[in-house]
């Protein structure tokens, strides 16, 4: 879809009582339901990742069906407070309106969304000259998540044992790949 055709199916579906953020998700736990019942795959291993809006589905699919065990979140995080401040990518249209539920941030901010995936294993990573995440607000999201993991026993370790990989981290990088960044896997 091109990038300025999301606001306009967004304004659409908003017409008839639905949102292009919701759809976006309906349509990732169908993916994995999907996946689970293929005979190749092992329907209790499914994993998400993501970059950039991947980032945001996949801590969004991972909050939103048990069907994915574990995620890897890289460069989307952030709170509402900062990332709606004029001039920010989400206060400009288009693919803003993936992210949007309406209602929702009454009573949840992004990082407690993404906390409805713990205690599952979850890698969130961001960089520091991220210009669409400010440090701060990416520092303030991770407090947040931190605190949720560690409530359930379920907090930040560095080991490769299933269930026990869950980290934020914040890279020296803005939104680009960097060689050995992948070496954590």
């Known amino acids: 879809m091109e990038y300025e055709a999301q606001q306009v199916l967004a304004a659409n579906l908003y017409q008839i009582g639905l949102s292009w953020a919701g759809t976006i998700i309906w349509d990732d736990v169908r993916s994995a339901e999907f996946v689970a019942g293929l005979p190749e795959f092992d329907p209790d291993r499914i994993a998400a990742v993501g970059l950039s809006m991947g980032s945001n589905r996949t801590w969004h699919l991972t909050a939103a069906t048990d069907r994915v065990c574990m995620g890897a979140a890289i460069c989307w995080m952030g709170t509402t407070e900062v990332l709606t401040q004029p001039g920010n990518n989400q206060t400009l249209g288009y693919s803003a309106f993936s992210m949007l539920h309406p209602g929702l941030r009454l009573a949840l901010d992004y990082p407690h969304v993404a906390s409805i995936a713990c205690p599952k294993p979850m890698l969130f990573f961001n960089g520091d000259?991220?210009?669409?995440?400010?440090?701060?607000?990416?520092?303030?999201?991770?407090?947040?998540?931190?605190?949720?993991?560690?409530?359930?026993?379920?907090?930040?370790?560095?080991?490769?044992?299933?269930?026990?990989?869950?980290?934020?981290?914040?890279?020296?990088?803005?939104?680009?790949?960097?060689?050995?960044?992948?070496d954590i896997f």
């Open 129 to 182: 000259h991220d210009g669409l995440f400010p440090i701060l607000c990416v520092e303030a999201a991770y407090k947040i998540m931190r605190a949720v993991w560690e409530s359930q026993n379920a907090g930040i370790a560095w080991s490769r044992k299933p269930g026990r990989f869950r980290i934020c981290s914040i890279v020296k990088c803005g939104r680009r790949y960097l060689p050995g960044s992948t």
